[in-house]
Structure formats: C-alpha cells, structure tokens
C-alpha cells in the first residue's frame, strides 16, 4: 500500500496546532513507546511529565502547579468540570460559562450531568461578569473564563471572574488552551498570579510547539488533584487523576523539549512574529474595504462574502469559519508572511473573477 503524505501545514490557515518544533518531533519518536499512566514503571516519562507541569506552572504564574499533560484542551476542560463537580457541595451542579466558551464545555456537562449555563458575551466579544453573575447560584460549581476565545481570540476579564466564583464559594477555570503561550508577552490579566484563579487548560500542542496529543491542565491546589483521583489496583501506581488510562509518552516528551528549547525567548519570537503578521494581514483586508476584527491575539476574523469564502477554499486552501460566518485567519508559527501574502494574492484574483 502506499503511504499516505503527512501534514505540510504549508496552506492551512486553519488550524490552532502548528508544525512541532524539530525537538518536539525527535523527543515524541524517542517515547513513542511508554506510557505516563503508570508513572512508576514509566519513570523517565513520569520525570519529564513533572518538568512540564513546572515549567507551565512557571508561565501561568503558579508557585507550586499540580496538573498533567492530557490529551488536549477537551480532556483538560473536562477534567476541570469534573474537579469542581466532585469539589462542589451540591447534588445539582451547575457550571457558567460566557458564550464564547469552547464546545469541549458541552461535552463536559453532557457527560458529567451538570448544567451548563452560557452567558452572551459584551460587544467587545468578552465575558460579560454581570451577564454572567445573572446565572450564578448556590449550586454553582465553576465559573469559566477564556483567555484567548477560539473565533476571535479575545481575553476575558478573568480577575472580574475570579472574584464572581470567590463570592459564590465555587472554583474559577481559565481556559488558555490555545492564547496561553501568547499571553505571557502581553499586559493581560490572565493567569494564577493576576487572580484567585483555581485551574487552567493550557495546551503545548497548540501555539507550545509540541506534537499532538499534548494539553495541559494546572491546578492550584491539590485537593482538586485528589477530587479527580481514582484507585488503580492492577498498576504499579496506586492512584489516577487523569481522564484517559494510558497516554501517550510522546507528547509529554514532546512538550519537555519544547518547553526547555523555546521557553522564554522562543516562544517570545513566536508570539512577537504572529501578533505582527497578524497585524499586516489584519490592515491588508480592512484596505481592500473588508470588515475585519482586530487581532488582540494572533487571530484575524474578516467578513468575506460566501462566494469568495468557497472560491479561495477551492485553490487548496485550508480555511475555517466562525459560528457568524466569518473568515478565521489563525496566524500558528507555521503562517509565515510569505504565505499570508500568496493567500492575498489568491483572495484578490477570486474577486477579479
Ligand atoms: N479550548 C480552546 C480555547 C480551544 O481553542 C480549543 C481548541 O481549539 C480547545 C479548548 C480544545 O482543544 P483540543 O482540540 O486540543 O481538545
């Protein structure tokens, strides 16, 4: 049988994962065969699983971080649902949540039964804390906030959030999953060290440059570790906080040597690069007389009409649209100008058609 081409990510503009640093690649191949579920036979893994939570703990602000590389920013928001469920002293919880919130959240409360109640976000597409104060009640388990929103890449007030769970007795999570190795080079207030905030989903598969699957979920304190452990008879580790049994060792390697390699100054780059084309492509459009969200982050949404939206997908590029319809431009590493320019390129001969 032939073997199928791998990824190029040349024309994806798509995507919130990117080309793994060459690192990242060769350190997933290294433990493609060990398994950070049972971290006492896999004790190699298991060490460098604890560098990761430190060094993301380092970049979010957290002093002494608990938590573990998931499978991605799904399990990690499930994960957090199910600590503040679990945490909650209710028997009919319930989780708030801005509009903006990612769908893993769904997913969560359907599998988790607690109700999940979503709040319209403000006209500058962030949380809105008194919409959100509105649906918050004694059986409130979690407030949610997102730190860089996946259609437009907002940040929302998370110290106006943490303060809302603190005065409703219940957890606050921040869902970083894609802003939060951006957001460390920036003036907002995102993190642990900005505010009362209790876990966070922060992915190195996404802007960290590791392979898939490698998410992160940080906790600050381990009482929320413990709400999510289960006994584990039949390995030699006793306990399990994660989701998923056996995991991959690759992308906990993987996310290790991204983080050793780029953490700071790599991942500065990285975001100092992306916010800038960002920027150029952002102004391309709006000069070309397109109605463009500006990118507070590396993400650039553009109103184009359908016609044009199907016509440039159709020259092989790889595009996604938010739930309005609009164009999503994710500027990852691997979105360099040159690329942003051969798309404009295509986007002004669709229309001259
Ligand atoms: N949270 C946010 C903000 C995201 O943008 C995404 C995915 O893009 C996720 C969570 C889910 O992450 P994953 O696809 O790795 O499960």
């Known amino acids: 049988m032939e073997q199928a081409v791998p990824q190029t990510f040349d024309r994806v ?33 298991a060490d460098l699983e604890t560098e990761v939570v430190e ?33 909650a002293s209710t028997d009919d919880p319930n989780v708030v949540a801005p509009s903006s919130v990612h769908f893993s959240f769904q997913k969560a409360a359907e599998v988790l ?8 976000v403000g006209s500058d597409r962030r949380a809105d804390p008194e919409a959100m104060a509105s649906l918050v009640d004694d059986d409130t388990a ?24 603190a005065e409703a007795d219940a957890l606050c999570h921040v869902d970083a999953a894609w802003g939060g190795f951006a957001l460390p080079f920036t003036d907002h207030e995102w993190h642990f060290g900005h505010a009362a905030v209790d876990t966070m989903t922060i992915d190195p ?14 906790a600050r304190d381990a009482a929320t570790m413990d709400a999510l452990a289960v006994e584990t008879p039949y ?18 390697a993987s996310a290790a040597a991204a983080l050793d390699e780029l953490w700071p100054d790599g991942y500065r780059e990285n975001y100092e690069r992306a916010q800038a084309n960002a920027e150029w492509v952002a102004d391309a459009l709006a000069d070309r007389g397109f109605d ?8 650039v ?28 431009l994710v500027c990852m590493p691997h979105v360099t100008r040159d690329t942003l320019s051969a798309f404009l390129r295509d986007l002004d001969a669709c229309r001259d058609e």
């Not at 979690?142 to 769970?165: C, H, N, S």
Request: with cysteine; net charge neutral.
């Open 235 to 252: 390995l030699e580790s006793t306990s399990q906080a994660t989701l998923t049994g056996t995991r991959s060792g690759a992308g906990v």
């Open 142 to 165: 979690l407030v949610v906030g997102v730190a860089g929103t996946t259609e437009y890449g907002r940040v929302d007030p998370i110290p106006e959030l943490a303060d809302l769970a």
């Open 113 to 120: 039964g607690v109700d999940l109640r979503i709040a319209p």
């Open 55 to 87: 060094t993301l703990g380092e970049l979010t602000g957290l002093d002494q971080p608990r938590g573990y590389v998931a499978s991605g920013g799904t399990e990690a928001n499930i994960q957090a649902v199910r600590a503040a469920r679990n945490r």
């Open 13 to 45: 503009l798509s995507s919130m994962c990117t080309r793994p640093h060459p690192v990242a690649r060769a350190a997933a191949e290294r433990f493609l065969a060990t398994n950070p579920g049972d971290p006492e036979t896999y004790r190699a893994v």
């Open 301 to 328: 949404a553009v109103d184009l009409p359908d016609s044009l939206f199907a016509a440039v997908q159709d020259r092989d590029w790889r595009l996604a649209r938010t739930a309005r319809g609009e164009l999503r």
């Open 205 to 218: 598969h996404k802007m960290g440059q590791a392979v898939v699957p490698a998410g992160g979920l940080l």
């Open 292 to 299: 463009v969200v500006d990118p507070v982050l590396p993400l």
